[in-house]
């Protein structure tokens, strides 16, 4: 440049002129800095505007890349709970998550309008810029040789130092501002740009800051396992060593990679919107030889099953929160009348402009749930609810408002009816907001363990408990706890038609062959109907001196607990009665017994994750204990006020329920056929789940869940069946603007983040460590427009 040149020139000239020429490169020297100082402040945010954009660029690596030079800046990315890392290997490695570590661009609120285009312009300088450019630049973009510096460096130096100072200490600030104010980015680097000197202190200070910043949100310094994870927008997608800066647009546009690898359409199915693949296998349906025992609403799921999108009904939109949706639901969204014309005189449901409303009656309460509720405690005070009787299974249950109200009285209910033509009741029911699953007592189990509940409740719910030696009656002996209740409520017990006299007195019969002891009978004066409720024997005395065993005994090798399409037996399990068993004892009053290891978990037994299954138990509770309150609740930035219906897809001994128990939510647990077999220690503590096989559809309706979480399952169903229509059920199920909690590898972590954003879905938050990630994302609104024929769900 003509300073370079100029002091080359210089050397070779006499001595004579040289004071003369060195005076006037000093003052022209004078003269540039006084111009750039003046210029600076306009010049440096139109070149730094560019870096910002590169920096946001190159940003987006793989999720399986950590690189050393990241560490420091991924400090506030991660969280590293050493001093709490539960060595539970087993099966998969736990990790956890702290809020304060997590990077801001990954943790989107669900209040932000603008949360989808915060994006982090933290990336380490010196990675990023090429080494390669030999001449330095000066921050107003001009090129100098090395000699000009030589010769002015006595005349700048004190200039210089205060500049690096005042720069490292604009970059120090805008660093933590950088994610809150991110079209304010474009003056943020400029001390980046300074000499390696600069950038060393300015790197150190910046990462001295994020740990500070990350102290202060968690000043316990709860660590955890993940010590080097990176958020990313494209998972294991390939790094690109020069991306567009207009990449931003791109991934705002979904991205043309994902639509084309990814195609979906809308299914195509005589359900529509309400579509649920096991439930609605017309096809299969229609090659049943006899419906006598209720076949046709048992689940029949197809062989290959569907990978394309359910519709929304018209006018959907979101759910009402809890506890407003016990009484009312939009219309649109479960645009169901019949109901309402059938039962609406008894409370059930009624139509209210754009609301479905829910007086909160039933059949049998007409007058209130709340008041039938305590009118039974009333008859039988060892009930307890809330107390001694904690998990209640409540058969036919209608809209469920009998599980709806005993919430408020610290009750959960498994409440479940079939798909039948008492339209939609059980998606009434997780539409307000209550639990309930789409099944039938026909001709197989149903999908719980034995001895789990610790009530069993029948309001008027058609079954007919006499016939055929008294199969049904015997699957809730079953499932009852020794000691448990059965509370029946229906005409048989207070009418004196003939039909109802006839079953009353083949009740009675059967009851008393079964050693259910009669604790009490009595009518209800102000819903005008009688409850009656028997109480399962806790000894094998009474099968013992039984004249006639009818029914019989079931056989010593059938398992109480094997419950997976398991067809019905006419036999009764033995009590268990050895102190070490599982129903020989009560189980803690609630709560006391969701922290505490059940009795019958012995430490001579390995537990999932290799420990003696107590020091297993209670390790995974402190595990999930430490992720729900140092990630979940604050890191993900999801208001948990919105959120009432949650599924853990892959339950363990139930520690994300229990570790969430004091939310306003419940959890569904569902423990998979070929995982071990803890769904029974998930009850024992007061929760409740459920068997399933996720190569199949779940028993539920469409849009049922607020959240999903599902803890290394997506490996594991790769690897066993359609990858693909898992994912599918997972939108069919979750509702719009609900989200999904995903942990992982980081190989499926990054193939799902690309799937979810083929169905514009939006990436809250992504990161990983040793190989090990986590995906948050929320489902959106949108529906593909082409269709794709479900043949078998057809009429």
């Known amino acids: 440049m003509a300073l370079g040149k100029y002091s080359r020139v210089d050397a070779r000239k006499s001595s004579s002129g040289y004071c003369s020429t060195v005076t006037i490169v000093v003052f022209v020297a004078l003269c540039l800095v006084g111009v750039w100082m003046m210029t600076s402040s306009s010049v440096v945010p139109g070149q730094t505007t560019d870096v910002s954009q590169e920096n946001k660029s190159e940003e987006r690596t793989s999720v399986t890349e950590i690189s050393a030079e990241n560490k420091n800046d991924a400090t506030n990315n991660e969280e590293t709970n050493t001093d709490n890392v539960p060595n539970d290997e087993g099966k998969q490695k736990q990790f956890e998550d702290n809020p304060g570590d997590l990077p801001e661009d990954a943790t989107k609120g669900d209040t932000n309008a603008n949360a989808n285009q915060v994006e982090k312009n933290d990336v380490p300088e010196e990675t990023e810029k090429s080494t390669e450019d030999k001449p330095e630049k000066k921050d107003d973009g001009e090129e100098r040789g090395d000699g000009s510096k030589n010769d002015s460096e006595d005349v700048e130096k004190n200039k210089d130092e205060v500049k690096q100072d005042s720069e490292a200490g604009k970059t120090k600030e805008n660093t933590l501002d950088n994610e809150k104010k991110p079209e304010e980015d ?123 999108l359910v519709p929304l009904p018209e006018g959907y939109q979101r759910s009402i929160e809890w506890p407003t949706s016990r009484e009312k639901i939009w219309y649109h969204n479960v645009p169901h009348t019949k109901l309402a014309e059938i039962k609406g005189h008894q409370n059930w449901v009624k139509v209210s402009g754009e609301y479905l409303t829910f007086p909160g009656g039933g059949t049998q309460f007409k007058h209130g749930a709340l008041h039938y509720i305590d009118f039974i405690q009333e008859s039988v005070p060892d009930i307890a609810w809330g107390k001694r009787s904690r998990v209640v299974l409540d058969v036919g249950c209608g809209v469920a408002s009998f599980g709806g109200f005993l919430f408020d009285r610290d009750v959960l209910t498994m409440s479940l009816a079939p798909k039948d033509e008492h339209e939609a009741q059980v998606q009434f029911a997780l539409e307000r907001g209550i639990p309930a699953i789409s099944a039938v007592m026909g001709t197989v189990r149903l999908p719980y363990p034995g001895r789990v509940f610790d009530i069993v409740h029948c309001a008027r719910c058609r079954v007919p408990w006499h016939i055929e030696g008294g199969k049904l009656l015997l699957e809730l002996n079953r499932l009852l706890r020794p000691g448990g209740f059965f509370v029946w409520s229906a005409t048989p017990i207070y009418q004196k038609l003939a039909e109802d006299v006839e079953i009353w007195q083949a009740m009675e019969k059967l009851t008393k062959a079964m050693c259910w002891e009669v604790v009490s009978i009595t009518k209800d004066r102000i819903n005008g109907v009688g409850v009656a409720v028997y109480r399962k024997p806790t000894t094998n005395e009474c099968y013992e001196q039984r004249s006639k065993s009818d029914p019989p005994l079931c056989q010593d090798s059938d398992d109480p607990s094997a419950a997976w399409n398991v067809p019905l037996q006419a036999c009764m399990h033995k009590i268990p009665v050895a102190s070490s068993e599982r129903g020989s004892q009560w189980p803690e009053q609630w709560p006391a017994r969701v ?76 423990v998979s056929i070929d995982a071990p077999d803890t769904l029974p220690v998930i009850y024992e503590r007061g929760l409740f789940g459920i068997y399933h096989d996720w190569c199949e559809s779940f028993s539920t309706y469409p849009r049922s869940y607020d959240l999903l979480h599902a803890d290394h399952l997506f490996s594991k169903i790769k690897k066993k069946c359609n990858f693909m229509a898992l994912v599918a059920e997972v939108d069919r199920i979750l509702r719009p603007e609900g989200k999904i909690i995903i942990r992982d590898n980081v190989d499926v972590i990054s193939e799902l983040e690309a799937i979810f954003k083929s169905m514009q879905w939006d990436i809250r938050m992504t990161y990983s460590k040793d190989k090990e990630g986590l995906l948050c994302a929320k489902k959106s609104m949108w529906r593909p427009t082409d269709e794709e024929k479900v043949t078998y769900a057809l009429a």
């Open 186 to 308: 474009s003056g943020k680097t400029d001390g980046e740009k300074e000499d390696g000197q600069t950038e060393e202190k300015v790197d150190k200070e910046n990462s001295t800051e994020k740990k500070d910043k990350a102290s202060e949100v968690f000043p316990s310094g709860a660590q955890s396992e993940l010590t080097d994870e990176s958020t990313t927008q494209n998972g294991s997608f390939s790094t690109q060593a020069a991306e567009s800066k207009n990449e931003k647009e791109a991934q705002k546009s979904s991205g043309s990679d994902n639509q084309s690898k990814y195609s979906w359409k809308l299914c195509s199915t005589t359900a529509g919107p309400d579509y649920i693949p096991c439930l609605d296998n017309l096809q299969a349906i229609k090659k049943l030889s006899s419906t006598k025992h209720y076949e046709h609403r048992e689940r029949h799921c197809p062989e290959n099953p569907p990978t394309c």
């Open 595 to 670: 922290q505490k290891a059940p009795y019958w978990l012995s430490s001579s037994e390995v537990g999932v994750y290799g420990k003696p299954a107590p020091e297993d138990f209670v390790s995974d509770y402190e595990h999930w204990k430490r992720v729900v309150k140092n990630s979940y609740l604050k890191g993900l930035g999801i208001d948990w006020s919105s959120v009432r219906n949650v599924m853990d897809m892959r339950a363990v001994y139930g520690g994300l329920a229990a570790a969430m128990r004091e939310l306003n939510i419940w959890v569904m647990n569902v």
